[in-house]
């Protein structure tokens, strides 16, 4: 696409050179006439007649089921609740992070509870809305392992331009692999994670937040079985190191407006860090 | 008035009227066919997908009617094009002027409305259910 806008600009401003400092003296009217018929009428028609034919043979691909794996993404002022449904195997349920199989196409369904998201991965297909009591389709193939990144690109709110994620695309084999591990919990926290698991428990983040294999099983806010494993932090808001992850929950409100979590200003350092510390560790 | 030996704005949108009615047309007849067969289609089911046929020939009827229309206006306008010994721009104001002003403006819009009653219909052509 850049190389066809490359082009494209390329023969305007040259057309406009040669008009202007080549030849600036007016061509003869039979030229002028062949010109407007087949730069201005022929060559635009053959050429949207082109991409179009072509974009709508692509377009059913779009629809079609998946190769087996479907992954649910509900997009919840500001973040998004993604569940793994494999199709076999028990469903998996993550945030703000979607890891996909390179070269299998996998299914999207898109919904939220609140208000209209729209969920778009610019590198891998088209947008699509995320509209409250409805289910829309979306199958995407990720051709080459990388990260990309997804937005949302739906006006809903105050924190709208601070709702994006990652997309994680890794081999095959790779993805089974780590779709397998997350069946059991993460490992329990030793030293100053420990003391962290034990602050998250006492203030209560629990009511919100679920950590597999512990007594924290909110379903309010993201899942934070695995968060250390996220390389960001409020979806795509921060990168997730234990300083941001202590801000984030001291002013929450003034780092994302209007998010759906209380900023606790009045926890210790030390909590913070310690928090921070078990948080990072849940990999 | 719409077949009329005299050029008029009547005559002059006439294809791009076909035009707005095509998509008027093909955009109810979709819509109405999804909105019927998908009522319980369930969505990830991976069942068969109602057919969408029958929409799709009626898509193709009004694309032939529409491109009927506009070739029986291309025809009219290339008689009012030709009626009379005006020289363009056609710009004084005399009969032959505005008979062959409009015949000429009547036959660009043709083929405009032509161009575009094809690109509406196109996605009846390669899709066929109402994913
Ligand atoms: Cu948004």
Redesign the pocket.
């Given at each position: 696409m850049a190389i066809g806008a490359g082009v494209v600009w390329c023969l305007v401003l040259g057309v406009a050179v040669y008009a202007t400092r080549i030849r600036p003296d007016p061509h003869e009217e039979a030229v002028g006439w062949r010109l407007i018929l087949w730069g201005g009428v022929v060559f635009p028609t053959v050429v949207l007649a082109a991409l179009l034919v072509f974009g709508l043979g692509l377009m059913p691909q779009l629809r079609e089921p998946g190769e087996g794996l479907r992954i649910d993404v509900s997009g919840e002022q500001f973040w998004w609740r993604v569940t793994y449904r494999p199709a076999d195997g028990p469903a998996v349920v993550s945030a703000n992070e979607i890891r996909v199989p390179v070269g299998e196409r996998v299914e999207f369904g898109l919904t939220s509870p609140d208000v209209i998201?729209a969920f778009w991965i610019p590198a891998l297909g088209g947008k699509v809305d995320m509209i409250p009591g409805r289910e829309n389709r979306l199958v995407l193939k990720a051709e080459k392992p990388g990260t990309y990144r997804g937005a949302?690109t739906?006006?809903?709110g105050a924190s709208?331009a601070l709702?994006a994620f990652d997309v994680v695309a890794i081999e095959k084999a790779a993805f089974s692999a780590w779709l397998a591990a997350q069946a059991t919990p993460p490992s329990p926290p030793e030293g100053e994670a420990a003391r962290g698991r034990e602050l998250f428990l006492r203030h209560g983040c629990g009511a919100c937040h679920r950590v597999a294999g512990t007594e924290a099983a909110g379903e309010v806010g993201p899942d934070l079985t695995r968060f250390g494993a996220r390389a960001t932090l409020g979806a795509a808001t921060l990168a997730n190191t234990p300083d941001n992850i202590a801000r984030f929950v001291r002013e929450t409100g003034a780092l994302k407006p209007r998010a759906k979590m209380p900023a606790y200003p009045n926890l210790p350092g030390e909590e913070l860090a310690a928090i921070a510390a078990y948080l990072g560790s849940l990999k | 008035m719409i077949a009329s030996a005299r050029a008029s704005l009547i005559t002059l949108i006439a294809a791009p009227t076909a035009w707005a009615a095509h998509f008027l047309t093909s955009y109810v007849i979709a819509a109405t066919a999804c909105a019927k067969t998908m009522a319980d289609a369930r969505v990830f089911t991976g069942a068969a997908w109602p057919d969408l046929t029958p929409a799709r020939i009626a898509i193709g009827v009004a694309t032939l009617a529409a491109l009927g229309v506009i070739a029986l206006s291309t025809r009219q306008a290339l008689g009012h094009w030709r009626d009379g010994d005006a020289e363009p721009p056609y710009d004084d104001a005399t009969r032959d002027d505005r008979q062959q002003f409009l015949g000429y403006a009547t036959l660009l819009l043709c083929g405009l409305s032509a161009v575009g009653v094809v690109f509406v219909a196109l996605p009846a052509v390669f899709i066929g259910d109402c994913r």
């Amino acid at each position: 696409m850049a190389i066809g806008a490359g082009v494209v600009w390329c023969l305007v401003l040259g057309v406009a050179v040669y008009a202007t400092r080549i030849r600036p003296d007016p061509h003869e009217e039979a030229v002028g006439w062949r010109l407007i018929l087949w730069g201005g009428v022929v060559f635009p028609t053959v050429v949207l007649a082109a991409l179009l034919v072509f974009g709508l043979g692509l377009m059913p691909q779009l629809r079609e089921p998946g190769e087996g794996l479907r992954i649910d993404v509900s997009g919840e002022q500001f973040w998004w609740r993604v569940t793994y449904r494999p199709a076999d195997g028990p469903a998996v349920v993550s945030a703000n992070e979607i890891r996909v199989p390179v070269g299998e196409r996998v299914e999207f369904g898109l919904t939220s509870p609140d208000v209209i998201h729209a969920f778009w991965i610019p590198a891998l297909g088209g947008k699509v809305d995320m509209i409250p009591g409805r289910e829309n389709r979306l199958v995407l193939k990720a051709e080459k392992p990388g990260t990309y990144r997804g937005a949302c690109t739906e006006f809903c709110g105050a924190s709208h331009a601070l709702m994006a994620f990652d997309v994680v695309a890794i081999e095959k084999a790779a993805f089974s692999a780590w779709l397998a591990a997350q069946a059991t919990p993460p490992s329990p926290p030793e030293g100053e994670a420990a003391r962290g698991r034990e602050l998250f428990l006492r203030h209560g983040c629990g009511a919100c937040h679920r950590v597999a294999g512990t007594e924290a099983a909110g379903e309010v806010g993201p899942d934070l079985t695995r968060f250390g494993a996220r390389a960001t932090l409020g979806a795509a808001t921060l990168a997730n190191t234990p300083d941001n992850i202590a801000r984030f929950v001291r002013e929450t409100g003034a780092l994302k407006p209007r998010a759906k979590m209380p900023a606790y200003p009045n926890l210790p350092g030390e909590e913070l860090a310690a928090i921070a510390a078990y948080l990072g560790s849940l990999k | 008035m719409i077949a009329s030996a005299r050029a008029s704005l009547i005559t002059l949108i006439a294809a791009p009227t076909a035009w707005a009615a095509h998509f008027l047309t093909s955009y109810v007849i979709a819509a109405t066919a999804c909105a019927k067969t998908m009522a319980d289609a369930r969505v990830f089911t991976g069942a068969a997908w109602p057919d969408l046929t029958p929409a799709r020939i009626a898509i193709g009827v009004a694309t032939l009617a529409a491109l009927g229309v506009i070739a029986l206006s291309t025809r009219q306008a290339l008689g009012h094009w030709r009626d009379g010994d005006a020289e363009p721009p056609y710009d004084d104001a005399t009969r032959d002027d505005r008979q062959q002003f409009l015949g000429y403006a009547t036959l660009l819009l043709c083929g405009l409305s032509a161009v575009g009653v094809v690109f509406v219909a196109l996605p009846a052509v390669f899709i066929g259910d109402c994913r």
